[in-house]
């Protein structure tokens, strides 16, 4: 953290960091040029080796850093802002760095939850079944960016996500964040205040039965990761958690050997993209719209085939657009269901035979 500061001989406090009256050490004075003190954040520098709660029990600072002048420098909250949901100031959490808070919590609550002027880490077992947690004073109305406790960081690190080119710094000097990740709801970083290292998103997927897929397997990705390349999957569409980004997909092994999945393929989620060469066609266990030519190849749009008995994907009904897909019912039956949005009947060349063009809904 860098930062300019001047110390003044005494300090008597009044609000903001202070207790109302209450005296901090003489060594010790406000300082408004302290690095990552906004909100209701109060800076310090003291010249001494006394910090400002030597003085002011009702004060809950930051670990002190090295100023440009010899000085240590300070943030300070007042610490009732979290004591009454059972959480109070630990200086013994030393990953905490540069001008964030260590707290110790008994309860579930997080500090933020009672302080909304903090942005915490996740929570981590403290030694006597307390959790513990960094925080960081945050003005959000002056960045995009909002806490994000869905971004997988390191420990006493802090998520975030972020709209357009905002980045948490903007709102905390103090923060020092990773490259950003881009997401489905906006671009992900981790953040620590005064961090010289560099930290990255930590990116994971895993199935996630609560993605709505037609005869495929959803998938929910964080942190920028994709599925494995031995899966198949159409494109992401953004998950519940914020930054995540879902997906359906089938086993390569769908296709025929002359076909492959192919993500250059622009299609509508859930739909895969596979491009075939020669004569190949996907296998008949998926559902696809007509051929696009892609060089001397066809490329296509592709789902599960599911619809109802008597239907079933047919890739010689003629008339349906790009994207669409063909199918043959008889016995009266019509393919749509609730996952596959179907056009008026048309009469088949077979006998007795109704087809249809049918897109995912």
Do not use: H, K, W
Not at 7 to 28: E, I, L, N, R, Y
Not at 142 to 154: G, I, K
Not at 183 to 192: L, V
């Amino acid at each position: 953290m860098t930062a300019m500061s001047g110390c003044t001989a005494s300090a008597t406090v009044d609000g903001g960091g202070g207790g109302g009256g209450t005296t901090v050490p003489t060594t010790c004075g406000r300082d408004s040029s302290v690095a990552g003190c906004v909100g209701s954040s109060v800076g310090y520098s003291c010249s001494g080796s006394e910090g400002p709660t030597d003085g002011d029990s009702s004060l809950n600072c930051s670990g002190g850093v090295a100023g440009a002048n010899g000085d240590t420098l300070y943030c300070c909250i007042q610490a009732s802002s979290v004591s009454s949901i059972g959480c109070s100031s630990d200086s013994t959490i030393t990953t905490c760095g540069g001008s964030s808070f260590g707290f110790s919590c008994t309860g579930s609550e997080r500090p933020d939850q009672s302080d909304t002027s903090l942005v915490c880490s996740a929570g981590v077992a403290g030694t006597s079944g307390n959790t513990e947690y960094c925080c960081a004073s945050y003005v959000a109305s002056s960045s995009t960016c909002t806490e994000d406790t869905t971004v997988q960081c390191a420990v006493s690190v802090i998520g975030f996500s972020c709209s357009g080119t905002d980045t948490p710094a903007q709102a905390n000097a103090s923060l020092t964040c990773s490259s950003g990740t881009a997401g489905g709801t906006g671009t992900a970083y981790c953040c620590q205040s005064g961090g010289t290292m560099t930290m990255t998103t930590t990116p994971a997927c895993a199935v996630d039965g609560s993605v709505s897929c037609s005869g495929s397997t959803g998938y929910t990705c964080t942190g920028g990761a994709t599925p494995d390349a031995t899966r198949s999957c159409g494109a992401s569409t953004p998950g519940a958690a914020s930054g995540s980004l879902s997906y359906c997909c089938n086993p390569n092994s769908t296709t025929t050997s002359a076909c492959t999945a192919d993500t250059g393929v622009t299609c509508t989620a859930p739909s895969t993209g596979y491009t075939c060469t020669g004569t190949a066609t996907p296998d008949p266990s998926l559902s696809c719209g007509s051929g696009t030519a892609n060089g001397s190849a066809q490329s296509y749009c592709c789902n599960a085939a599911t619809t109802t008995a008597g239907c079933m994907a047919d890739s010689t009904v003629t008339g349906c657009v790009a994207g669409s897909d063909g199918y043959s019912c008889t016995g009266g039956m019509s393919p749509e269901t609730s996952t596959l949005l179907c056009g008026s009947g048309m009469a088949s060349t077979t006998s007795g035979v109704t087809d249809y063009c049918c897109t995912p809904n």
